[in-house]
């Protein structure tokens, strides 16, 4: 079952959603990716097979801060295990987003991450700013 995260359906009535109990498949169109909570961190996985125009970006970068802002020592997991292409505009949202979970005295993990798009992370020596895991489930783990 999928259901608005609380408090943030005000965000172009597509905004994040949580997914309860197994893993649904989202209609296309609601939202670009899904949320979770699992032992108090906030996981996160897009929907989105690419991650590449300026738009979705922003909107995605919103919706992310909305998660994000006002909660001191969030905890926050990003899933790429859908994600086939990936932007250099959608890296620096993510720079972006872990200055603001690092401001709050939380953490931010990425997970499921594509050789592809690993190799870029190598290349621009972003695999060094952000903890990156194989998997979700490590990941979660390393909280």
């Known amino acids: 079952m999928t259901v608005p995260l609380a408090g943030l359906d005000f965000l172009r009535g597509r905004g994040p959603t949580v997914t309860t109990g197994s893993h649904n498949a ?7 990716f899904t949320v979770r909570e699992a032992n108090s961190v ?6 989105d097979r690419k991650i590449l125009e300026e738009l979705l970006i922003r909107e995605i970068e919103d919706d992310l801060a909305s998660i994000v802002n006002g909660k001191d020592g969030v905890k926050l997991l990003i899933s790429f295990k859908n994600v086939e292409h990936l932007s250099s505009a959608a890296l620096g949202m ?9 401001e709050q005295n939380g953490a931010l993990k990425l997970s499921d ?12 020596q972003l ?6 895991h194989a998997t979700a489930g490590e990941a979660l783990g390393a909280f």
Not at 127 to 132: Q, R, T, V
């Open 26 to 32: 989202m209609p296309e169109g609601q939202s670009h």
């Open 42 to 47: 906030h996981v996160v996985e897009f929907a």
């Open 94 to 102: 993510l720079i972006t987003l872990n200055k603001k979970v690092s």
């Open 113 to 124: 991450i594509s050789p592809q798009i690993y190799e870029v992370f190598k290349i621009t």
């Open 127 to 132: 695999n060094k700013l952000f903890s990156i």
